[in-house]
């Protein structure tokens, strides 16, 4: 049966809420619980956004709908991310894409995968999927991985674990080929590997088509979306890292909130995916917003700090490095047979569960 898709109600009042209550800001509406409301509103906008955007998606098609939809939340991890680098000038914040990028990867191998393969081994013992789209995803992730947080520590250019211009602008570009090389691996040259075994009797591939009011609508709201995400992360910004620094807790912390922020809507979707056994289409979400949370953002932080000539740290530590390779190292075995079960996702969770006590007790 055919699932139309709609313009939720709550899609387009909760971003025209948040825009009144950011113009709120300036006229001096500020309350005790009014941060509080705003970032509540700043989740709504991000969920919204992700719903725009895989409207038009469904409309235009591959390749083009993967892209946007990366495009999307690309953009909110950018805003984010930059929006609390220009705080303070870039003071203190020169390891926030490192920690934002590293927390993402975590929470999607570990956390989201794990909760994934989890709820499908304890409903239906064992998933299968394809082997060979999953493998393409790792290997590229692997690549862009060690690029990006594990070899800065070995340049000699710079002192410390950061890139000089030109090596950082060199790797933007590696990153950004091997991203789009991915995606029309996934779009075009191989799209069987990513298909659900059951794809013909799968009611989401072959939802009906938005009509073009929808899509004009859609894209319009989009727009509106990523424009109020944008403006509230700034308005944010100084309230996030007070918070943080108040509860005595690391500044990477900050990173882990913007990357669980970024992540909810994809995450939410891999977990209703693996309920309903389409671990396929789980496995598809999570290493796809891994694979263009690293492989577009960094790209993008890179740029706005050449431009800006503000430093920034990529390397991470011995300790994070350590947990890094074994989240990939677990995953790989894990998604090595095509098949998934119960004790492999609890593997994970406790992984990551190890990361973020880690952060809060180093």
């Not at 013992?125 to 060690?146: D, M």
């Not at 059951?198 to 990523?226: F, H, I, Q, R, W």
């Not at 300790?319 to 119960?342: C, D, E, H, P, Y």
Request: hydrophobic content about 60%.
């Amino acid at each position: 049966m055919k699932q139309r898709i709609y313009l939720a109600l709550w899609t387009i009042v909760i971003p025209i809420i948040a825009w009144l209550a950011y113009f709120g800001i300036s006229l001096g509406l500020e309350g005790a619980l009014f941060p509080t409301l705003l970032a509540l509103l700043l989740v709504g906008s991000v969920l919204a956004a992700v719903h725009h955007a895989e409207v038009v998606a469904h409309r235009v098609g591959e390749p083009f709908g993967t892209f946007l939809l990366a495009l999307a939340i690309t953009i909110i991890e950018v805003a984010l991310i930059v929006s609390l680098m220009l705080t303070d000038g870039g003071v203190g914040t020169a390891a926030l894409a490192r920690d934002t990028v590293l927390a993402a990867v975590m929470l999607i191998l570990t956390g989201i995968v794990g909760i994934c393969l989890l709820v499908g081994g304890a409903r239906y013992k064992e998933q299968t999927f394809s082997l060979q789209g999953v493998s393409a995803a790792l290997v590229t992730l692997t690549a862009i991985l060690v690029f990006t947080l594990i070899l800065p520590n070995f340049t000699t250019s710079r002192p410390g674990p950061e890139y000089s211009p030109v090596q950082l602008g060199f790797i933007a570009i590696i990153c950004l080929i091997l991203y789009i090389a991915f995606i029309l691996f996934q779009s075009i040259g191989h799209r069987a590997f990513f298909l659900p075994p059951d794809a013909d009797g799968n009611e989401d591939v072959y939802a009906e088509l938005p009509n073009k009011k929808e899509t004009t609508g859609s894209a319009l709201l989009l727009l509106l979306c990523l424009g109020i995400v944008v403006l509230l992360a700034k308005a944010l910004a100084p309230d996030i890292e007070r918070n943080v620094a108040k509860a005595g807790a690391p500044k990477s912390l900050v990173g882990v909130i913007i990357a669980a922020v970024v992540l909810l809507p994809e995450g939410l979707a891999a977990y209703r995916a693996a309920r309903k056994n389409r671990i396929q289409t789980s496995l598809n979400l999570a290493l796809g917003s891994a694979l263009a949370s690293i492989g577009l953002t960094l790209p993008a932080v890179a740029a706005v700090s050449i431009i800006t000539e503000m430093r920034i740290t990529l390397g991470i530590d011995i300790k994070a490095m350590v947990l890094l390779v074994l989240a990939q190292f677990t995953i790989m075995l894990s998604l090595a047979t095509g098949r998934t079960n119960i004790l492999q996702g609890i593997v994970l969770l406790m992984i990551f569960l190890v990361y973020i006590f880690t952060i809060i007790v180093p």
